[in-house]
C-alpha cells in the first residue's frame, strides 16, 4: 500500500467511533501475524529470550496478542493525527503528576518506554501541560510518510523534534531553557555510547546517555507508561512518581536499574510492548547473532508504515 494511500484509509478510519475503529485495528493486527513472517519470527525469538518459563504454546498466544495491538496502534495513529484535541482528551485518561514539568525549577526528562501506546503519551504531555516538548525522531525513507508523522507530532504547537542523524547540540540548548525531554530509552541503537545491560536476564546495548544526561543537565526524572485500553474504552497515560535517586553518580548501575524498571511494567502487560523490534541485535564482541534465520532483514525503526518504533 502506497504510503499517500495508506494515510488516507487512517484519516477515513478515523471519523470512526472508537468501539468500532480498535477491532478493525485487531483485525489489521491478525493478518499482520500471518503476512508478516520476518516480525513474526522476531518476536517469537524475543519472547522465548524473555520468558523461557513460558511454553512455546503460550508465547504463541502472547505474540497473537500482540500483533493485535500492534494493529490497533497502526490504524488508530489516524486518531492522533487526525482527530480533534477536546475527542483525544475525551479518550485519554491521565494519571499522575502530569503537570510536573511546569511547575518544576530544573528540565523534566520523562522516560517513556515502547508500549503500544508510545504515541498516546506524547500526545499527553502536549494535551495536558504546558512546558514546551522535545523529542529525538529517526527520519523515515518514505518522504511522505515521514512528513505525516512530523507534521501529526508537531500539530499541537507544543513540540519539537530534533533527528537523530543531527548533532545533539540543540536538543541539549532546548534543555537548558527549561524544555521538557521524550525520552525513549528501550531501543538498540548499536554499542556506541551503550552498555551490555542485562534485560529480562540477557546482556542487551543499552544506551547510557539518560544518566548521563540527567545528570549533566541536574535533570528530574519522571517515568511514563501509557497502555492501550480493551475496546472502545480509550488510553491511559501514567506519569509516575519522579525518582528521587536517579541519576547517581554511577550510569551503569542506573541503566541497570531502569532497565529492571521497564521489565517490571512489561510484565504487568506483556502483549503491549514493542517485541517487533530486535531489542537484541547488537551483541558483544564474538557472540552470534540471536536472530540468526529470523529472516528479518529490517529494523523496525526503519519502516515505512507508522509504527511504535520509528522514534527514539
Not at 495508506?6 to 478510519?13: D, G, I, T
Not at 494493529?71 to 483525544?88: H, K, N
Not at 536538543?171 to 541503537?189: E, H, Q, S, V
Not at 541485535?281 to 520509528?310: F, H, L, M, Q, V
Request: aromatic share 10%; hydrophobic share 50%; proline share 7%.
Amino acid at each position: 500500500m502506497g504510503a499517500r494511500l495508506l494515510l488516507a484509509v487512517l484519516w477515513l478510519l478515523h471519523w470512526l467511533p472508537l468501539a468500532l475503529l480498535a477491532p478493525v485495528g485487531r483485525t489489521v493486527g491478525r493478518a499482520l501475524f500471518v503476512l508478516a513472517g520476518s516480525r513474526r519470527r522476531v518476536v517469537l525469538r524475543n519472547l522465548e529470550l524473555c520468558f523461557p518459563e513460558h511454553t512455546a504454546a503460550q508465547r504463541l498466544a502472547l505474540a497473537r496478542e500482540h500483533f493485535r495491538w500492534l494493529g490497533r496502534s497502526i490504524v488508530e495513529r489516524g486518531l492522533l493525527w487526525y482527530a480533534s484535541p477536546a475527542r483525544l482528551k475525551r479518550l485519554i485518561r491521565v494519571e499522575g503528576d502530569v503537570q510536573l514539568a511546569e511547575r518544576s525549577e530544573r528540565a523534566v526528562m520523562w522516560l517513556v518506554p515502547h508500549f503500544m501506546a508510545l504515541d498516546v503519551a506524547g500526545a499527553a504531555t502536549q494535551l495536558f501541560q504546558k512546558r514546551f516538548v522535545a523529542s529525538i525522531y529517526q527520519q523515515q525513507t518514505n518522504a511522505v510518510m515521514d512528513a505525516a508523522i512530523r507534521t501529526g507530532r508537531l500539530r499541537f504547537g507544543l513540540a519539537e523534534v530534533f533527528p537523530r542523524s543531527d548533532s545533539a547540540k540543540p536538543l541539549l540548548r532546548a534543555i537548558r531553557k527549561g524544555t521538557a525531554f521524550f525520552n525513549l530509552p528501550d531501543m538498540d541503537f548499536g554499542a556506541r555510547d551503550a552498555a551490555f545491560v542485562p534485560f529480562f536476564g540477557v546482556p542487551a546495548a543499552t544506551l547510557l546517555a539518560p544518566s548521563r544526561m540527567a545528570r549533566a543537565l541536574n535533570m528530574v526524572v519522571q517515568p511514563v507508561v501509557a497502555k492501550m485500553l480493551p475496546g472502545g474504552q480509550g488510553y491511559v497515560v501514567r506519569f509516575l512518581p519522579a525518582w528521587g535517586d536517579f541519576p547517581s553518580d554511577d550510569a551503569l548501575a542506573d541503566t541497570a536499574r531502569m532497565n529492571r524498571w521497564i521489565e517490571d511494567e512489561i510484565r504487568v502487560d506483556p502483549p503491549q510492548y514493542l517485541w517487533v523490534h530486535k531489542r537484541f541485535k547488537t551483541r558483544p564482541a564474538g557472540e552470534p547473532s540471536i536472530y540468526a534465520g529470523s529472516g528479518a532483514t529490517r529494523d523496525a525503526g526503519s519502516d515505512a508504515t507508522p509504527n511504535p518504533a520509528s522514534d527514539n
